[in-house]
């Protein structure tokens, strides 16, 4: 599709599938690809200029707990923003997030939209501690119009001590800088 990878498409292409049934005797199916084009929105991170901050796939917490409590300590989740000029908490250098290289290894990009969906199901149906949580996430959500990169490695072979540095390397591929 496009080459260089400074140029990203203002559309993504998804291959779908369509079965037909045919009125041959052995009723064999008939296969068709067909190219669906989609709009999708750029993510952005604000981090250092070595390079996007490293998850701890060890630890695992909910959306409200990352947005509201992981700021500054790491969890599963990379905090993105549709909006570069919100999400500089980690550093100045800006990085945009290449979608096609997270669908393409399965990493979970949770939109925006989404995101805020799962929180205000959560504020609604959790106890007292867990609804002002999600509350606060909400607002912080909305505030710098947040989605999340949720990570999908195989950590299985690496050792605990290792695993921030490992990450940190594996994640260069899923940004590059503006």
Known sequence: MFTDRRVQPLVKRHSVAVYYQGPQPDHCYQRWNLLVNTPHREYYRGDRAAGVT?????????YAEHVVRARGKRSQFTSLSLD???????GDTTYQVLRDTLDDDAHELVEHERLLEELRRVATESDKAGRARAIQAIRYSKR?????VNWRFDISGIDRKDLVTWAFR????YFRKV
Not at 84 to 89: A, F, N, Q, W
Request: glycine fraction near 4%; charged fraction near 40%.
């Open 144 to 148: 710098r119009k947040e989605g999340l």
């Open 54 to 62: 490293a998850p701890n796939l060890s630890k695992e917490h909910t």
């Open 170 to 173: 594996q994640l260069k591929k």
């Open 84 to 90: 570069r000029l919100k999400i500089h908490d980690f």
